[in-house]
């Protein structure tokens, strides 16, 4: 799901995506294909995993160099020197299998991590909470950035958007004391049904307590009978919410959860959830441990277990209910991640393209709302735009459509190497003309930098490709005081000042301005 979501930000971005994996299960499949990407199965024959590979490597199913050599095949269909960037996740595969692709086709490699093993890419990624740089010291090829925390975890564009109204309501029903809904959340197989023992233990709890139970199950979930026998029992206590489009939606409405303590983990954090942490794999332990050390979690161990449910309980469970605990914990886990982590990521790994290609404007349409909206909610971008209120979605797409069926508005998106990097307005303006100017319409510049591309030169190169699109017209800045950055830019491009937040081009034109 993280390369998913990877994707789908660098698909708004302008790029297009390809999965290339061996293997895919079919509801994986479906969801890469219906985001609108395309996927390449390697084939299949080829030499078998060597024992001494390990449990990662049986995972891959064949040698790294065999793997390699069939994605080097698969890019050499693709024209692989129109490919930017390779994003490789799989624990089976090490600085071997880079090393293969460097010397071969040379496009540089993020490779998604949490194994602190030596790497050969342009980046690595690891979000794992306590983690720095320092954890990959001495693995790292010369100039390879390590990308390390959890402010980098790829998270859907929802939970960024849905970030302060959610931490706002929880906040609201965490000063009255009660939990009225518990997620439980143990990923999407859950081979060992941890789903159904945890919802067990919870139920033990509610004969003095007016929660109700949520469980969220994935399509692969095998064992969904048993869940609905207990249901049956439950009644209206237990709702069972399976393959949820709106997942963070769903989580902003929880007050408390149980889940695995694999990337689901972020997602949480990112709401401010308070969250019972079990470790179902070996690859979360680490996870768990420093979640509960930060007190943005707490650990509910390992499973399966001896321990019986209604043990479990009252042992865990039950004191979280019964204290201030849950105001704390989830003060400390949105502290951790913002939902902004593929952007960062977008920056690190194109900034350098951004900032010494061509930039080009290109017209605005509908199918650019997600990725704007996206923007103008970050708060970056309104802290100092005239109206600092967020959007809702519904009135960023009326506001658009209004825009694009507006006459008088020039609407561009920027795009630099095809990477959409910012958005440049021309509107009739409703300020004041200069002093000096004769009778005739202005229109005023509204830019729009894509907050992952800050001190990229965007700015400034929109600013000019707009005036030499629109070199007959005169221009009209509102730049706010304090807005000392952006006052500056529009004096670099040429505007000069005729009020503190006004500022105009050009500065001397034919119908009389001086």
Known sequence: ????????????????????????HGSLATKITSSGHASILLPQEGPPAPME?????????????HDSKSVIDALSELASDRCKLV???????????????????????????????????AFVLDVTFGKTAANYEGQLTEGTRALVGPSYALLRPDFALLRSPALQGRDARLSHGTVNHVLVSMGGADETNATLWVTDALATLLENRSFKIHVLLGAAYPHRASLDTLQATLGNRLEIHSDVAEMAALLADMDLAIGAAGSSSWERCCLGLPTINLVLAENQVTVARLLASGGA??????????????????????????SST?????????????GRGAGRVIAEAFSGLVRTSLLVLRGVTMDDAALLFEWQCDGRTRRYALNPAPPTWSEHLKWLQRKLNDPYCSFY????AGIASGTVRLDRSASPPPPTATEHEWREVSILTAPEFYGCGVGLRMIRALMALHPEEDLVARVLADNQSSQRLFAKAGFSHYAPELLFWPQQTNRGIS
Not at 1 to 24: I, K
Not at 93 to 117: C, F, K, M, Q, Y
Not at 413 to 416: D, F, H, N
């Open 53 to 65: 590979a390990g449990q990662y490597g049986q995972w891959l199913g064949t040698t790294e160099e």
């Open 326 to 338: 849950l105001i704390a914990l989830s003060g400390t886990a949105r502290d951790l991640v913002d």
């Open 413 to 416: 998106i920027a795009e630099v």
């Open 1 to 24: 799901m993280r390369c998913l979501t990877l994707a789908n930000a660098a698909a708004l971005r302008g790029f297009g995506c390809f999965f290339v994996s061996r293997d895919l």
């Open 297 to 322: 979690a707490i650990d509910g161990g390992r499973f399966p277990t001896s321990e019986a449910p209604d043990m479990w309980a009252k042992r865990i469970i039950a004191p979280v209910l019964a």
């Open 87 to 121: 994003v490789v996740d799989h624990y089976g595969l090490s600085s071997t299998w880079e090393a293969s692709l460097n010397s071969t086709v040379g496009i540089p490699i993020l490779a998604l991590d949490d194994l602190d093993r030596r790497h050969e890419s």
